[in-house]
């Protein structure tokens, strides 16, 4: 069984202050790891991936996370937020197990305040 | 590539009726998956539909059902339509399927609201 747990529905930083967006997993294999964002009314974005090479992934727009399997997270983090940066982010967690076998987090509201 | 279309963009219909949603996946995809998006469930699983065999099913009641094409479009469609039916419909496409190391692309939705 997979689960995936963001631990914060809403987070509000400062506009060019570090963004943390925390996701912790559960996998019974070895998982692949997801993050997009979602701007309101559009479609989800792909911002990066975790699929068993390097722990640190870098994505798009200075977004990277760090995968530990000793804790069992996948936290995203930017250096600077930016307003555009405002909008939901889904942590995804994908068994090796079997297809279609993904699971969404609820997602985290990132609010940017200038 | 062109990404992953979704027509119609916003739809209106009343109780009752029905509704068909379309999905045209990247060019060269064979998986295209559905998902459920409302403020109050979240992303919920829909089906996954690879060469035009449906090969995984979310919880959800027989009132909706898709089918995918021989050029991997796919549709999705909605009968008896509920007020709780109301939601953004996403679909998704992969190259082998969503799980494992795939990625999957996102349309930009069909926003449903049913009166």
């Known amino acids: 069984a997979q689960s995936v747990t963001q631990l914060d529905s809403h987070v509000s930083v400062s506009e060019g202050t570090p963004v943390l967006l925390r996701c912790n997993y559960s996998?019974?294999?070895?998982?692949?790891l997801f993050w997009y964002v979602q701007h309101p009314n559009k479609g989800l974005q792909l911002l990066l991936k975790?699929?068993?090479?390097?722990?640190l992934v870098k994505g798009i727009n200075g977004f990277e996370a760090e995968f530990k399997k000793s804790e069992t997270s996948f936290h995203l983090t930017k250096p600077s937020a930016h307003m555009s940066d405002a909008a939901e982010y889904f942590c995804?967690?994908?068994?090796?197990?079997?297809?279609?076998?993904?699971?969404f987090g609820t997602g985290t509201k990132l609010q940017v305040i200038p | 590539k062109a990404g992953v279309t979704q027509t119609p963009r916003y739809l209106i219909k009343t109780r009752g009726q029905q509704v068909t949603l379309s999905c045209s996946p990247i060019?060269?995809?064979?998986?295209v998956s559905w998902y459920q998006q409302t403020p109050g469930q979240g992303l919920q699983f829909l089906f996954e539909?690879?060469?035009?065999?449906?090969?995984n099913k979310g919880n959800f009641p027989g009132r909706f059902s898709g089918r995918q094409f021989s050029n991997s479009r796919s549709e999705m469609n909605v009968s008896t339509l509920e007020l709780g039916d109301s939601a953004l419909y996403l679909c998704?496409?992969?190259?082998?399927?969503?799980?494992?190391?795939?990625?999957?692309?996102f349309g930009p939705g069909t926003r449903l609201t049913v009166l």
């Open positions: 995804v967690v994908s068994d090796s197990g079997g297809y279609q076998k993904v699971t």
């Open positions: 539909y690879f060469s035009e065999t449906q090969r």
């Open positions: 996998s019974s294999y070895s998982p692949s």
């Open positions: 975790y699929t068993s090479a390097a722990t």
């Open positions: 998704a496409s992969s190259q082998i399927g969503a799980g494992g190391t795939d990625t999957q692309y």
């Open positions: 060019s060269g995809h064979r998986s």
